[in-house]
């Protein structure tokens, strides 16, 4: 049995309105708050598990309870087989509106060629265990040192302090390096890097894996990276800062979508595989489908089918 499938499914959990959004539009670059290679680096994703927290592997962490993250544009894909999708769909899943449990989700997701995938510049995700030399090794090749020259202090009220906005800039499509809105330069691997779970689910527990979803990611060539950073407390002498932390990534982030960025297109002949959540919706994707494509579409063997 693979492992990996011959094509790439983007989940939606938006239904019939979302399929029929994707056919006609194309998928949509969307903003996704990823962990910052920083705090994977520093076994800072869990503070939350107390139990952790209270363990010397935590304690002895630089900057413990300090959470960094990277807000990312991208369109996301995972690599699984259809015949191994209902764990997957448990998260990503729609609550099926014939069924009275909650818990019993039905899926809707586009396939795609990974040829298609290949020419759109998708790549799979690195996945990182928190805390390990490569996480290390990663983070050190960040210059951050603009990001505490962005921290203001009133002279006459030390608690008043606040982080000095900076505008998001696209990346530079020319080099291996990009640059966030607090002008932190960093490999552009980091973007297609993550955590490959929280650390109690990696070494037993069960949980989210984020290395199951096996995730392939598009990213803008023009990507404008937001950043932001948090602690897990945060007390009288931060708590003004770390609110100005989070308004200037809010301000970044709706700055960032005023122009936006084109969605990823395709035609029909990169379509593998289209999952809809009812029976009576293989009909009407069928005519969506015909609606928008003609008789192209006569042509194609396209899968629409159910997931049970």
């Known amino acids: 049995m693979p492992l990996s499938s011959n094509s790439l499914f983007h989940y939606t959990k938006g239904g019939m309105d979302a399929i029929c959004g994707i056919l006609e539009n194309g998928f949509r670059v969307a903003y996704n708050k990823e962990y910052h290679i920083h705090t994977v680096a520093k076994g800072s994703v869990d503070y939350n598990n107390e139990a952790l927290n209270n363990s010397e592997y935590y304690q002895s962490a630089p900057h413990y ?3 960094h993250y990277l807000h990312i544009p991208m369109v996301s894909f995972c690599d ?3 015949n191994l999708i209902n764990r ?3 998260k990503y899943g729609t609550p ?13 997701a586009i396939g795609m060629s990974k040829n298609w995938a290949i020419r759109n510049k998708l790549h799979p995700l690195m996945y990182i265990i ?4 490569l996480a290390k090794t990663l983070d050190a090749g960040i210059d951050r040192d603009i990001l505490l020259s962005l921290k203001v202090t009133d002279p ?14 696209p990346m530079n499509r020319e080099t291996n390096l990009l640059i966030d809105n607090k002008g932190n330069i960093f490999p552009k691997i980091a973007l297609y890097s993550k955590l490959l779970g929280f650390r109690h689910h990696v070494f037993g527990e069960e949980g989210d894996k984020f290395m199951d979803e096996r995730e392939w990611r598009f990213v803008p060539m023009d990507a404008k990276i937001i950043h932001e950073h948090e602690y897990a407390e945060s007390g009288n002498t931060v708590r ?3 609110f100005s932390v989070r308004s200037n990534a809010e301000k970044a982030l709706e700055s960032a979508k005023v122009k936006g960025y084109p969605n990823l297109e395709f035609n029909i ?5 289209i999952i809809v959540g009812l029976d009576s919706e293989i009909s009407k994707t069928v005519d969506h489908l015909y609606s928008i494509y003609k008789k192209t579409c006569c042509n194609r063997n396209i899968n629409v089918f159910l997931v049970l």
């Open 269 to 273: 002949d990169d379509i593998t595989h």
């Open 240 to 242: 003004n800062y770390f």
């Open 130 to 133: 928190p805390g390990s030399e």
């Open 88 to 90: 997957h769909l448990e």
């Open 65 to 67: 309870g300090e959470r």
């Open 96 to 108: 099926s509106p014939t069924v009275y449990d909650p818990r019993q989700k039905i899926g809707y």
């Open 80 to 82: 699984i087989p259809i």
């Open 156 to 169: 006459e009220n030390s608690y008043n302090q606040h982080e000095k906005y900076m505008e998001p800039t």
